[in-house]
């Protein structure tokens, strides 16, 4: 199993280019399934849960094209076995988004019920519930959703609550449906208006995506498109707390400022110099941070996904700082680790609070998930000698060729295996 070795202490310089975002590509690969043309996609990363969802798509008749430099091609003409099974799912939530394009396209489908989930769960009751308005039959059978639906028909569906992934299945099954359908309390973050972005290319009336309330006109069909995936924001936002925490001075281009305001507003508040251009983003860090406190809730306010990383960059900043997790359960099994490296964390439930140290001091620790293993990398970088990271298979599952952009940034890391 592969292991990143770090030697802290380098400061972060230079400039590196931003992959494209995974929690777009993967509902977007997924909307292939909807139509019988080629969709064409620019901008893919080369991860592992990419290759596990074309793995997945491809298992169900849909001809995988890899090009250069992110292009992929999917054809899915020969869609012939709308089943996804436990083998493929259990390794990636997300899998679970097969299900409103195959029961849209194909009338039926058999999803595997994901697997548990290291940061708390995600139930997929809300997808199940839309898709029901929406006409489905669905029953849950042998550790398998079992849908069927002749034609679904369209219909005002209000979520319990906020879901990324919930809102992005209905919305895939909702284009193909009969009439209209309203989605009320819809999820808001840029991925869900890349993918409307993309169906719409591909010939779907969407309307509001990027708001709580998406009005979605069903078509007879769709047509294939080209489509370019946005810039990753999370990966974006990591180097950006990287270089913050090593007093670094970097340039990260093919991104927007626009995608991560709340993130860009802490480091900021934080101390680091910041300078948004149309396609890149510039951070110079102060000689020390200052702490900051964070409350994570959904788009557009401060990200899930980036709060581990801010924990790292608190550890070595000026002063105390509270960091509050209100999305996921058990999603502060990085601060373990943290202070391994001699981090001052101490843990009340869903909040954390961070007392910022002189330095941290390179050790062996564990990755438990894919960001809690990003704020392991930062801290790497920050402590004093060698920091030894295992189970980094996380980090390969969101954050393309890691090491090498660290290095191009001046980092000493290498990969173990």
């Known amino acids: 199993m592969d292991k990143l070795l770090i030697e802290g202490g380098a400061p972060l310089v230079g400039e590196v280019a931003v992959s494209g975002a995974k929690n777009a590509a993967l509902p977007i690969i997924c909307a292939s399934l909807?139509?019988?043309?080629?969709?064409?996609?620019?901008?893919?990363?080369?991860?592992?849960?990419?290759?596990?969802?074309?793995?997945?798509?491809?298992?169900?008749?849909?001809?995988?094209?890899?090009?250069?430099?992110?292009?992929?091609?999917?054809?899915?003409?020969?869609?012939?076995?709308?089943?996804?099974?436990?083998?493929?799912?259990?390794?990636?939530?997300?899998?679970?988004?097969?299900?409103?394009?195959?029961?849209?396209?194909?009338?039926?489908?058999?999803?595997?019920?994901?697997?548990?989930?290291?940061?708390?769960?995600?139930?997929?009751?809300?997808?199940?519930?839309?898709?029901?308005?929406?006409?489905?039959?669905?029953?849950?059978?042998?550790?398998?959703?079992?849908?069927?639906?002749?034609?679904?028909?369209?219909?005002?569906?209000?979520?319990?609550?906020?879901?990324?992934?919930?809102?992005?299945?209905?919305?895939?099954?909702?284009?193909?449906?009969?009439?209209?359908?309203?989605?009320?309390?819809?999820?808001?973050?840029?991925?869900?208006?890349?993918?409307?972005?993309?169906?719409?290319?591909?010939?779907?009336?969407?309307?509001?995506?990027?708001?709580?309330?998406?009005?979605?006109?069903?078509?007879?069909?769709l047509h294939g498109a080209d489509h370019a995936v946005m810039p990753d924001r999370i990966e974006t936002g990591t180097y950006l707390c990287a270089a913050a925490a090593t007093r670094g001075d970097?340039?990260?281009?093919?991104?927007?400022?626009?995608?991560?305001?709340?993130?860009?507003?802490?480091?900021?508040?934080?101390?680091c110099a910041i300078e948004c251009r149309p396609d890149s983003i510039a951070l110079k860090a102060p000689r020390r941070l200052k702490s900051v406190g964070v409350r994570t809730a959904p788009y557009p306010a401060f990200p899930t996904d980036m709060q581990a990383q801010f924990m790292a960059i608190n550890c070595v900043a000026e002063g105390a700082a509270v960091i509050r997790e209100t999305i996921f359960e058990n999603r502060f099994m990085h601060a373990v680790e943290l202070i391994r490296l001699g981090a001052d964390i101490r843990i009340d439930a869903s909040n954390a609070v961070v007392t910022g140290v002189p330095a941290l001091d390179g050790a062996t620790v564990m990755a438990t998930d894919l960001r809690a293993s990003a704020s392991l990398v930062i801290a790497g970088l920050v402590a004093r000698g060698e920091t030894l990271i295992e189970r980094i298979y996380h980090l390969d599952r969101g954050y393309e060729h890691i090491e090498e952009k660290l290095r191009r940034l001046g980092a000493n890391v290498r990969r173990l295996r």
């Open 34 to 221: 909807l139509c019988g043309d080629t969709l064409n996609l620019t901008n893919i990363p080369q991860l592992n849960d990419v290759a596990t969802m074309l793995r997945l798509i491809g298992q169900m008749g849909v001809a995988v094209t890899m090009g250069d430099n992110g292009m992929l091609a999917l054809d899915s003409g020969k869609l012939d076995n709308p089943v996804a099974p436990y083998e493929l799912v259990k390794t990636m939530r997300a899998s679970i988004l097969v299900l409103g394009p195959l029961l849209a396209r194909c009338g039926e489908a058999k999803v595997s019920l994901p697997g548990g989930c290291a940061i708390g769960a995600r139930p997929v009751d809300q997808h199940i519930k839309g898709l029901q308005a929406m006409g489905a039959e669905i029953r849950v059978e042998g550790g398998y959703v079992l849908a069927r639906a002749p034609r679904l028909k369209g219909a005002r569906i209000v979520t319990d609550m906020v879901t990324v992934t919930g809102t992005e299945n209905l919305m895939m099954a909702a284009v193909l449906a009969e009439g209209e359908t309203v989605i009320e309390n819809a999820a808001r973050e840029p991925e869900i208006v890349d993918l409307a972005n993309c169906l719409t290319a591909m010939g779907a009336r969407i309307a509001g995506a990027g708001s709580d309330r998406i009005s979605i006109q069903g078509v007879e069909r």
């Open 250 to 271: 970097v340039v990260l281009t093919r991104t927007s400022a626009a995608l991560l305001d709340a993130v860009i507003g802490k480091l900021r508040e934080a101390g």
